[in-house]
T-cell receptor, first 113, second 112 residues
Framework: NAGVTQTPKFQVLKTGQSMTLQCAQD?????MSWYRQDPGMGLRLIHY???????DQGEVPNGYNVSRSTTEDFPLRLLSAAPSQTSVYFC????????????FGPGTRLLVL | DAKTTQPPSMDCAEGRAANLPCNHS???????VYWYRQIHSQGPQYIIH???NNETNEMASLIITEDRKSSTLILPHATLRDTAVYYC?????????????FGKGTRLSVIA
């Protein structure tokens, strides 16, 4: 299993541009989520999904959209990038239910100029 | 979810036990205590979790006080590779998977 994969590893955007951060898992996990981590800070939840077709907002959802059309993929879309969205983005997945542990991807480093 | 309090940083000598404390005085009966760590900006890595009883796995031991208001993560023989930020998370489980809420954690420095 490749686990949780994220692409790209690093991206530079100009203010106002849009892009999609990709996240995929091959463990047949029901639960997937997106976090952002700013320098010196803990992770903050953006959006999460408990299964295909179901998404919900986390702590900091503004400026981001998600969809979950398949179990494997959970892309994060930035509609109009802002410098405040400069951060490291982590995707995570879990089997779902109970006390299942979450597995994190390696992260995408995003710089918005 | 209950809030946790951790010291911002700790040092530990290589080969010694690292004891990382966590206070969660408002924890409720159906909330688990989870520990994750993050090594140098990598994705967080699961370490251990527990509800009431002490737990041990190949990475660490988790000691939860009888009143469940605090816990300690123990790395029995710390190595330089254990240098990381350690997050204590209290997680409410409602029959389905729920998000992890991260604080700032404890930055553990293992010193040779």
């Amino acid at each position: 299993n490749a686990g949780v994969t994220q692409t790209p590893k690093f991206q530079v955007l100009k203010t106002g541009q849009s892009m999609t951060l990709q996240c995929a898992q091959d463990m047949n996990h029901e639960y997937m989520s997106w976090y952002r981590q700013d320098p010196g800070m803990g992770l903050r939840l953006i959006h999460y999904s408990v299964g295909a077709g179901i998404t919900d907002q986390g702590e900091v959802p503004n400026g981001y959209n998600v969809s979950r059309s398949t179990t494997e993929d959970f892309p994060l879309r930035l509609l109009s990038a802002a410098p405040s969205q400069t951060s490291v983005y982590f995707c995570a997945s879990a089997k779902g239910g109970g006390a299942e542990t979450q597995y994190f991807g390696p992260g995408t480093r995003l710089l918005v100029l | 979810d209950a809030k946790t309090t951790q010291p911002p940083s700790m040092d530990c000598a290589e080969g010694r036990a690292a004891n990382l404390p966590c206070n969660h005085s408002t924890i409720s009966g159906n909330e688990y205590v989870y520990w994750y760590r993050q090594i140098h900006s990598q994705g967080p890595q699961y370490i251990i979790h527990g509800l009431k009883n002490n737990e041990t796995n190949e990475m660490a031991s988790l000691i939860i006080t009888e009143d469940r208001k605090s816990s300690t993560l123990i790395l029995p023989h710390a190595t330089l590779r254990d240098t990381a930020v350690y997050y204590c998370i209290v997680r409410l489980l409602l029959g389905g998977n729920t998000p992890l809420v991260f604080g700032k954690g404890t930055r553990l420095s293992v010193i040779a």
